[in-house]
């Protein structure tokens, strides 16, 4: 019975460090950054399996949409509504594309790693309109260099 108890102390311990752990970053979706025109800063994020994305409206007249080509197999995908803050929350490990749906082809993309996740070649290989995929090839090659 001691035993019991104490593998449960040991999970509630665990349940509630993994959860104390978990953080929300922050992106500012802007009208131009150090970047150019039409960004989200930053571009790119790894983060941990339960952390969190939130989305500030530092302009006006952007979202934050998933890219279905640019997500992992079965992701459901997310649209936020223009202007909407949203928190997104990551659970499982993989790529994940993100676009502003007015100014995709105008290159206002990014990326956020989750966990430990090889980049997938059919991202490398997927054309995104315009300035989007210039700018998601030189995510792919910083990540490269890391
Ligand atoms: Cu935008």
Do not use: W
């Amino acid at each position: 019975m001691k035993c019991v108890k104490q593998s449960l102390q040991i999970l509630c311990l665990l349940a509630f460090t993994s959860t104390a752990f978990a953080q929300t970053y922050e992106v500012l979706m802007k009208n131009r950054g150090t970047g150019g025109p039409m960004v989200y800063e930053p571009d790119y994020l790894a983060i941990q399996p339960g952390d969190s994305v939130k989305f500030i409206r530092k302009h006006k007249s952007h979202n934050a949409a998933s890219i279905a080509e640019l997500s992992p197999a079965g992701y459901p995908g997310f649209i936020g509504k223009i202007d909407e803050e949203i928190e997104v929350k990551y659970d499982n490990a993989g790529f994940y594309g993100i676009k502003c749906s007015p100014h995709y082809a105008q290159g206002m993309i990014m990326l956020i790693k989750v966990g430990d996740a090889v980049l997938p070649d059919s991202y490398r290989a997927f054309k995104a309109p315009g300035l989007a995929d210039k700018r998601f090839q030189e995510i792919y090659t910083r990540i490269d260099k890391q």
